[in-house]
């Protein structure tokens, strides 16, 4: 073997993450090995810090910090909990906080309905959603699912469980991103942007 067994192990766990290939887990690898001890022992002590000092939200499931019983937007008193947006990924709330325009509760589902990938409603944080909507003091529930297949196809199921309840149920708005040229849309952007379009002073 070429290669020593703890450098293609570091590779071998490298390429088993999302994004990154073979030659990119090297290149990754071979930083690690050629740069200060310094680097390698922050980067393994962040990784066990990952598992043992973080934890799951019990009402949003969202990402929080290992030993708080709620995270910090559902403890968070000036946030109002009859507003409820849902999301596949704890990156999504990240994305959403950053535009520091949402003051609700969030509802993360830890993924999206995938018949090929055998994800089935099951699979997702669907059972406590309904959960908490059922319990009352949800008034709208904001489907932000991602724009794609497998994100429309769980908004639709989410729908179809939340309409005995009568709370109002949103989707985001899609459409032509700022600074876009029409000429370089795609037929779907245009379509949705066409169907969602609002009445000028609103």
Known sequence: MLIPEPVQRLIDAFARLPGVGPKTAARLTFYLLRGGE??????????????????????????????RSLCE??????RDPTLLCV????????????????????????????????????????????????AGSVQEVILATNPSIEGDATAMYIQQQLAPFGVRLTRLARG?????????????TL??????RQNLGD
Do not use: M, W
């Open 38 to 67: 310094d680097l390698a022992l922050e980067l393994a002590n962040a990784l066990q810090e990952l598992k043992t000092n973080t934890a799951t939200c019990p009402q949003c499931f969202n990402i929080t910090s290992a030993g």
């Open 73 to 78: 937007v559902c403890a968070h008193p000036q």
């Open 87 to 134: 999301v596949e990924e704890p990156l999504d709330v990240l994305a959403l906080e950053r535009t520091g325009g949402f003051q609700g509760l969030y509802h993360v589902l830890d993924g999206a309905l995938n018949p090929i990938e055998g994800i089935g409603p099951d699979d997702l944080r669907i059972r406590e959603l309904t959960a908490r909507v059922q």
């Open 176 to 188: 032509l991103p700022a600074g876009g040229d029409l000429e370089y849309a795609d037929q779907n």
């Open 191 to 196: 379509l949705r942007a066409l169907a969602g």
